[in-house]
């Protein structure tokens, strides 16, 4: 069996026992999925030492939220929103203390702490996802820069996959509009 459904099925083992109380299996699913956790929060934050606060965040969220979880959908799924979620908080927390400091241009060094804030399309990316309405931002967001298939954002979401790419679809343009006009 490949390494990968292994990990997987562990995770959803682990977090099944972890909703029902279980700390040993919290501490070991938290072990498990930190790597992945860290590569989302980097799609959505170009910065390392962002992405790492953002993780951290993450995982305390897992931890303090997994009796939510009820396995409806699969973990990893639920797993991709909340870090899809925290990445977007630690964004706008950065961004909140970047506009605080004054609209300078950035520095030819730029201090990594505010690096996720200036630095490319990414950063870009969740000023215009910020823009275009809750509802598409979160489709656009979990496919485009989670990762998740069209049937996986349909269950994080609890729509039906048509309206999932009906969003997706109106998101992106909506996006893309909104990115021409930024600059």
């Given at each position: ?6 990990r ?9 026992a ?31 030492e ?118 997706i ?15």
């Amino acid at each position: 069996m490949d390494q990968v459904v292994v990990r997987a099925d562990e995770a959803e083992r682990l977090a099944a026992a972890a909703a029902r109380g279980d700390a040993r299996a919290l501490e070991d699913l938290l072990v498990l999925v930190r790597p992945d956790v860290l590569r989302i929060c980097a799609r959505f934050l170009p910065c390392a030492e962002d992405a790492e606060d953002a993780c951290q965040d993450t995982l305390l969220a897992v931890s303090t939220s997994i009796g939510t979880f009820e396995g409806r959908s699969a973990f990893r799924t639920w797993l991709y929103r909340v870090a899809a979620n925290r990445s977007r908080t630690t964004y706008r927390a950065l961004r909140r203390r970047f506009d605080a400091e004054g609209s300078a241009p950035p520095p030819e060094f730029l201090d990594p702490r505010r690096t996720s804030v200036v630095a490319g399309t990414r950063v870009d990316m969740l000023d215009g996802l910020s823009a275009i309405g809750a509802e598409y931002a979160e489709a656009v967001a979990l496919r485009d820069m989670a990762g998740l298939a069209y049937a996986e954002v349909a269950v994080v979401l609890g729509v039906p996959e048509g309206t999932v790419k009906s969003r997706i679809h109106e998101g992106r343009r909506r996006l893309r509009d909104h990115l021409g006009h930024a600059g």
